[in-house]
């Protein structure tokens, strides 16, 4: 089958790879018609992991069931299925608990909770940027679709990742109706948490990023644009609340942050959102940050210790949650809101491009050239 396959930092290639297949009686084998590019893809594609040379890309997957293993009896040929990124056994502690991105099961490094399709250290499952996907649990992991599924296929595909991510910032920051809310970045996962946000009923939502682009997107959407590059986005929330804070704030962006002249900066965001949430407000931080390795230290992530102003988050009484999104949590729900057209996720996609095309798409998205804020893949 043709894949997108890592050969090394900036350079991936679309070549023929052994056909996924059923390797266990309780996978699921997908024909895969939708998958994106994602932020998270850039961290192995930019050379930044130990993801290994010849793995598949792909962990925001979407489409249509070929064939089942013998134990599979919820899931069947033909049904159409959204993929959460995460893949979750269901029936350890974790996913019992609703925790399906630290799922116990699934990641055979015992050090480690949850797995992922196409990601470095989340287990060996290879991605979906691909013509099939191997689904492990799939009765557990596929998210059916209505019938609405082929016409509302780029909404729905946000539903892998993005859109729950979105959501699970504003539900780790503790988004009530009524609330203002900053969000940092105004990436696809930035703009995702801007959205929910509003369907969530604030009554302001800020969204503090450079990228013109970006910006008039989150201005379609509601929110109010702030161009860190022009103003200082934390004066700016100040003056929006009357000098209070904002209610909540989002961490859509990770360590790739920048300062205001573009340099990386990888604690600018945590110490701008510290200083413009109010007062007892609460924080939710969905932006990776990668812990560093004692055991390699010229890995290039060394920002395992993000330095912020702690002691004003103390003294404000902050809250800071943080982590990967268990889109198992949100996915019922927000697919359903697209059913009835109360979300459109899609208004995000840029470009909507074949499999052969994934070599300029990464280029483009990785640069965040102008007008490329998220591309899905149409094998
Ligand atoms: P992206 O890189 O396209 O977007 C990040 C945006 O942040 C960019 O537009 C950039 O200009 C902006 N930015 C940089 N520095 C900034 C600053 N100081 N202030 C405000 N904005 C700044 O990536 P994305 O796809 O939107 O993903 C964002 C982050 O979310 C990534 O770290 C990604 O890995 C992560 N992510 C997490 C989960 C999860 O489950 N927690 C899931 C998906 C993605
Ligand atoms: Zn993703």
């Known amino acids: 089958m043709k894949a997108v396959v890592y050969n090394g930092p900036r350079d991936v290639t679309v070549k023929n790879v052994p056909d996924a297949k059923i390797e266990r009686p309780t996978d699921v084998l997908v024909k895969i018609t939708s ?13 930044r992991t130990d993801f290994e040379k010849g793995r598949v890309f792909g962990h925001e997957n979407l489409g249509e069931v070929i064939e089942v293993g013998n134990a599979v009896d919820r899931i069947k040929v033909g049904d159409m299925v959204c993929l959460p990124f995460n893949i979750g056994c269901g029936f350890c502690r974790n996913c019992e608990a609703g925790l399906t991105a630290f799922c116990l099961t699934t990641n055979p490094d015992p050090k480690m909770a949850g797995a992922a399709y196409g990601f470095a250290d989340m287990g060996p499952y ?64 930035g703009l995702m948490a801007a959205y929910s946000a509003t369907l969530k009923d604030a009554s302001m939502v800020m969204v503090v990023d450079r990228h013109p682009d970006r910006l008039r997107l989150a201005e379609k959407i509601g929110a109010i644009p702030i161009d860190d590059s022009k103003v200082d986005p934390v004066q700016q929330v100040m003056d929006l609340t009357q ?122 998205f990785d640069a965040r050239n102008d007008g490329w804020t998220k591309v899905v893949l149409r094998p």
């Open 126 to 189: 290879n991605g979906g940027q691909a013509e099939y996907l191997r689904v492990p649990y799939g009765d557990f992991n596929c998210l059916k679709l209505p019938d609405d599924a082929r016409e509302k296929e780029t909404d729905y595909v946000m539903v892998a990742d993005i859109f729950p991510t979105g959501w699970h910032s504003t539900e780790l920051a503790g988004v009530k109706p009524g609330d203002t809310v900053v969000v940092y970045g105004s990436g696809p996962v």
């Open 243 to 364: 000098g209070r804070g904002a209610d909540k704030g989002c961490e859509c962006v990770g360590y790739q942050a920048h300062d205001p002249q573009g340099h990386e900066h990888p604690n600018m965001t945590m110490n701008n959102l510290v200083k413009s949430v109010k007062f007892t407000g609460g924080i939710g931080v969905v932006g990776v940050f990668i812990p560093q390795d004692p055991g390699s230290p010229d890995k290039l992530y060394k920002e395992g210790e993000i330095t912020f102003d702690w002691g004003l988050c103390w003294f404000k009484g902050q809250s800071i949650k943080t982590g990967q999104a268990n889109v198992k949590a949100y996915n019922r729900h927000l697919r359903d809101l697209i059913h009835v057209g109360k979300a459109n996720p899609s208004f995000i996609v840029s470009h909507k491009l074949s499999l052969d095309d994934a070599p300029n798409a990464y280029q483009n």
């Open 35 to 47: 998958t994106n590019i994602c932020g998270s893809d850039l961290h192995m594609y930019e050379g």
